[in-house]
């Protein structure tokens, strides 16, 4: 099994642009997570979903859009970048019952 | 807001020695998660320890649970220069999924040799 995947591994944004971060999993996990990782702040819940077609908002959600089409894949969609939304994403996933995260390498994003 | 604080922020010790770091939370959980993150790279799960736990052990890994004071604490013993990461708890609420973690600020430990 591959695990967690994410692509892109880097990405430069300019302001205003839009982008679609990858997250796909092949270990049939029913539940899936976006975080974003700033210096000195941990991890903030971005969105997360607990099966295709279910969606919920976490802590940060403004300026992002997720879909759940697949058990597979759980994509998050940056919808006009901006500065703040520099950092480090991470993608995470639970099998069904489980209660531990399996996390993605992550996407560093830089917006200028 | 961040549901877990950590202390210290960072901490340096010498190969061989243990290692202590602490968790606070503010709500009810379910559980609490400790995770390990090498530099550059994602988080990997370390140990887990429910609500009605008070303490776990998992090889060189120590985790206590303190529900009444909303805290937890990590003990590395004997530790090794590859121990060199930065470590998060995470909580799980009551009610909440598993899909729903709320991380900590994380402690950056340095081990050497």
């Known amino acids: 099994n591959a695990g967690v995947t994410q692509t892109p591994k880097f990405q430069v944004l300019k302001t205003g642009q839009s982008m679609t971060l990858q997250c796909a999993q092949d270990?049939?996990?029913?539940?899936m997570s976006w975080y974003r990782q700033d210096p000195g702040m941990g991890l903030r819940l971005i969105h997360y979903?607990?099966?295709?077609?279910?969606?919920d908002q976490g802590e940060v959600p403004n300026g992002y859009n997720v879909s759940r089409s697949t058990t597979e894949d759980f994509p998050l969609r940056l919808l006009s970048a901006a500065p703040s939304q520099t950092s480090v994403y991470f993608c995470?996933?639970?099998?069904?019952?489980?209660?531990?995260?399996?996390f993605g390498p992550g996407t560093r994003l830089l917006v200028l | 807001s961040q549901q877990g604080e950590e202390d210290p922020q960072a901490l340096s010790i010498q190969e061989g020695e243990n290692a202590t770091m602490n968790c606070s939370y503010k709500?009810?959980?379910?559980?609490l998660q400790w995770y390990r993150q090498n530099s550059g790279r994602g988080l990997v799960h370390l140990i887990l320890?429910?609500?009605?736990?008070r303490e776990k052990h998992s090889g060189r890994l120590r985790v206590t649970l303190d529900t009444s004071k909303k805290s937890s604490s990590l003990l590395i013993t004997a530790s090794r220069a590859a121990d060199t990461a930065s470590y998060f708890c995470?909580?799980?609420?009551?009610?909440?999924?598993?899909?729903?973690?709320?991380f900590g600020t994380g402690t950056r430990l340095q081990v050497t040799l």
């Open positions: 995470a996933s639970t099998q069904t019952g489980g209660e531990t995260q399996y």
């Open positions: 270990m049939n996990h029913e539940y």
């Open positions: 979903s607990v099966g295709a077609g279910i969606t």
């Open positions: 709500t009810s959980i379910n559980n």
């Open positions: 320890i429910r609500s009605n736990e």
């Open positions: 995470a909580t799980s609420q009551s009610g909440g999924t598993a899909s729903k973690l709320t």
